[in-house]
């Protein structure tokens, strides 16, 4: 089963960062703290708006912390966001 967004929608997969102390200890990433606000996009939908902004698959945004609509799929996490949502291109 393909996930393909519809419209001016993207699909995106949050990015999650390890989190580490000031002497390098790598913390587990069991509690999630703060909402992601950064993924890649995996798919784009066939809107006019969405067109309009240039984004390809697998490029890295910046989105609103609580915008769009988490989804899980094979035990994995993604976010279906609307053009609106995206904030800023990762470069």
Same mark, same amino acid.
């Not at 703060?34 to 697998?58: F, R």
């Not at 915008?67 to 291109?89: F, P, R, T």
């Given at each position: ?11 995106? #997969? ?18 999630? #703290? ?11 939908? %066939? ?11 697998? %490029? ?14 094979? +035990? ?6 609307? +053009? ?8």
């Amino acid at each position: 089963m393909t996930i393909k967004p519809v419209g001016n929608r993207l699909l995106v #997969k949050p990015i999650t960062a390890e989190e580490k102390t000031k002497s390098g200890i790598v913390l587990p990433d069991t509690i999630d #703290k703060e909402k992601k606000t950064e993924g890649e996009i995996l798919a784009l939908g %066939q809107g006019e708006d969405l067109a309009k902004l240039n984004l390809a698959i697998g %490029q890295k945004i910046i989105f609103g912390k609580y915008a769009g609509d988490e989804i899980k799929k094979d +035990h994995e996490e993604y976010k279906i966001l609307n +053009h609106e949502d995206v904030l800023a291109v990762i470069e």
